[in-house]
């Protein structure tokens, strides 16, 4: 089936906004994709009149619109993963005074689907529908962890290992060793690889056929944890967990 090239195009442009390119202009969009001005300013006309692009009055750059907000609330709303788990994040939530994430794999990253600041501080990177890499995070670790063989060897093809901070792991060895720790604890832990200052723990949630589909997390201050408040936290996310899962119909095996 052929690609209809005007609409390759529309989220070309799209797909070119982003945390530090928040704004652009008819020409740095030009030169970005490789298009003259005149057809550019067409597909910019054509998705602003539908609210996808939004246009700066005094500067005339462009950023994204609303409708792109209110498609991918729609969209998150309707995940039966966040339906479920919300109440018991919040509960997580309540018992530890810490942030709580919800966590999916969207390609060679880890995207949040829900969040819940801690009472006592705020987990500045990330917010819903901010992608992560799953190298520096304790969510990306445990969603990597679980994918069999040949999944993980797709997911590393080509993967950057970038350091966010001078704890982050880079390397494909180092990686590899800290999954296999992951699934033999059945959590991971990010001690500052992502954001400084910061310390996250993250377990699995199964789903009924024992696929892991997400991850939750509780990101707590450096400042803020001890043994105590680490085993704490442990123990409440473990539950957390094990209930979300259970209500997606995944029944623990014993042996």
């Known amino acids: 089936m052929p690609i209809i090239q005007s609409v390759a195009r529309a989220l070309a442009i799209l ?8 704004e652009l202009s008819i020409k740095e969009i030009s030169v970005k994709l490789d298009l003259n001005k005149s057809t550019v300013h067409s597909l910019l006309k054509t ?6 692009i939004s246009q700066n009055n005094e500067t005339t750059d462009y ?11 729609l969209m998150v709303s309707q995940l039966d993963i966040r339906n479920v788990a919300r109440v018991h994040l919040e509960k997580l939530n309540e018992q530890t005074n810490q942030t709580v994430h919800l966590v999916t794999l ?13 009472h006592s501080a ?21 969603l990597a962890a679980f994918l069999d063989e040949s999944q993980l060897k797709s997911l590393m093809d080509g993967y950057i290992f970038e350091k966010t901070t001078v704890n982050t792991i880079d390397s494909y060895k180092s990686f590899v060793e800290e999954l296999e720790g992951v699934r033999e604890k059945g959590y991971a832990a990010d001690f500052e690889e992502n954001e400084p200052g910061i310390i996250c723990i993250a377990m699995p949630v199964h789903d009924f056929s024992g696929e892991v589909i997400a991850a939750i997390s509780v990101s707590t201050p450096k400042s803020h944890i001890n043994d105590e408040v680490a085993e704490r936290n442990y123990q409440y996310l473990k539950e957390c967990v094990e209930i979300v899962s259970s209500n997606l119909g995944y029944k623990k095996i014993v042996l």
């Open 15 to 22: 797909e070119l906004f982003d945390d530090t390119n928040r």
């Open 47 to 52: 998705l602003k009149e539908y609210g996808y």
């Open 63 to 73: 950023s994204l619109g609303w409708k792109l907000y209110e498609r991918g609330h």
């Open 106 to 118: 969207l390609g060679k990253e880890a995207i949040y689907i829900d969040k819940i600041n801690g």
């Open 122 to 142: 705020l987990v500045i990177y990330s917010r819903i529908g901010k992608r992560v890499p799953l190298h520096s995070s304790g969510v990306g670790k445990v």
